[in-house]
């Protein structure tokens, strides 16, 4: 049976979940006033940085007594950073609900041996922190990137907490307003929602993260590319764009024209109404067909960046083959890249929502997914 193949095409095509599409102003002329060949330490240099930093507080509502800080290693290495610099000096609680939240679990509780308990959702739901002790420190994902879940909101955790907590918002950070009231630690990548390059990390720290790396030295050795403390006090330099190490001044430029974009299109909450725009695209795509539904299954805490989608179809005899020729299809026609889901994840596909990309490109791309479902499904019955 001939299926009609959709006129329109997305006009960009790029919907992977990290590195993520770049803001749809973006052209490479925008770099020309990258510092280039030039010292990061040297006045420019550092003054990109700082802007960087403050522009950054200005559109996420960053408290001004909380440090931000960019650091090698993207968001994994922003992470690591505050894990084994900020751990051990209570029993830790490690929450995780899709593969990296379980990465850190891994660090924490086999290459740490921190005193911990772990406690995990499958793909699609996330931990009830209503059993959570916040009297530990806590670790935990924000927003699910593999399994397209997020924290719906930080009312369950206590302004009288006498752990920590640690928040990887990697997807979230320009996604989400999140509560930074009830997080001690924050960490992100610039490659995500705003679409930046990269290598990069941001690590955000409250008073009390602070006060705790001032107070508290771990049991183990610290690289170097960690420490954040010389004489039992904060390295300030991190936080003001003095790098632990050389940073990209090209990369520092893409996200300084990233901010710019952001700030072009409403902020914080510009951003947020652009995520959600998207994400509501694919929930009308997911309420009008029978075939494809979210891989979580509750509302209030699905992503609306990482969308992640599965098929349930009962003609379908092999769920992972057939969404992984459903995405080489939408790649082979040009019109979605990266779309299948994460290695570790359940088969289906994900699909970027973040703010760069436009909502008109993913309406355009729905047909074509649709076009692809009836495709793959009709081969399969032939060759039945």
Request: hydrophobic letters at 45%.
């Amino acid at each position: 049976m001939a299926i009609d193949t959709p006129a329109a095409r997305p006009a960009n095509p790029r919907f992977s979940s990290g590195p993520c599409a770049k803001p749809p102003s973006f052209t490479l002329d925008a770099l020309k006033d990258a510092a280039l060949g030039r010292s990061h330490r040297a006045a420019i240099g550092k003054a990109k940085l700082k802007a960087a930093i403050e522009t950054t507080r200005e559109i996420l509502g960053v408290p001004a007594d909380y440090r931000i800080g960019i650091v090698p290693g993207s968001d994994t290495g922003a992470v690591e950073m505050a894990l084994w610099s900020l751990l051990g000096e209570r029993k830790a609680e490690m929450l995780a609900w899709e593969s990296f939240g379980a990465g850190w679990v891994t660090d924490v509780v086999k290459q740490l041996k921190i005193d911990a308990e772990v406690k995990t959702a499958g793909y699609g739901e996330i931990v009830d922190f209503a059993t959570v002790d916040f009297d530990n420190d806590v670790v935990f994902t924000w927003n699910g990137t593999t399994s397209g879940v997020r924290v719906p909101n930080g009312d369950a955790i206590p302004a009288g907490r006498a752990g920590l907590t640690i928040c990887d918002a990697t997807s979230a950070a320009f996604a989400v307003d999140l509560p930074w009231d009830k997080l001690d630690v924050v960490t992100f990548s610039w490659q995500k929602v705003l679409g930046g390059e990269a290598a990069h990390g941001m690590l955000i720290l409250s008073p009390r993260a602070v006060e705790r790396l001032e107070s508290y030295t771990p049991a183990w050795p610290l690289p170097k590319i960690f420490r954040m403390t010389k004489g039992g006090k904060l390295i300030e330099g991190i936080f003001v764009g003095e790098t632990i190490n050389t940073p990209s001044m090209l990369a520092v430029e893409d996200y300084l024209v990233a901010l710019d974009w952001a700030k072009s299109v409403g902020g914080l909450k510009g951003l947020i109404a652009r995520a959600d725009a998207n994400a509501a695209v694919l929930a009308k795509l997911v309420a009008e067909q029978p075939w494809i539904d979210f891989l979580a299954a509750d509302p209030a805490i699905r992503s609306n960046t990482s969308v992640c989608l599965k098929f349930t179809d009962e003609r379908i005899k092999d769920g992972a083959a057939f969404a992984k020729a459903v995405a080489k299809r939408l790649e082979k026609e040009g019109v979605a890249y990266d779309v299948g889901a994460y290695r570790d994840a359940p088969a289906g596909l994900r699909i970027w929502c973040g703010a760069t990309v436009e909502t008109a490109d993913l309406e355009a791309l729905v047909p074509w997914i649709v076009w692809a479902f009836e495709a793959e499904l009709a081969a399969q019955t032939e060759a039945a």
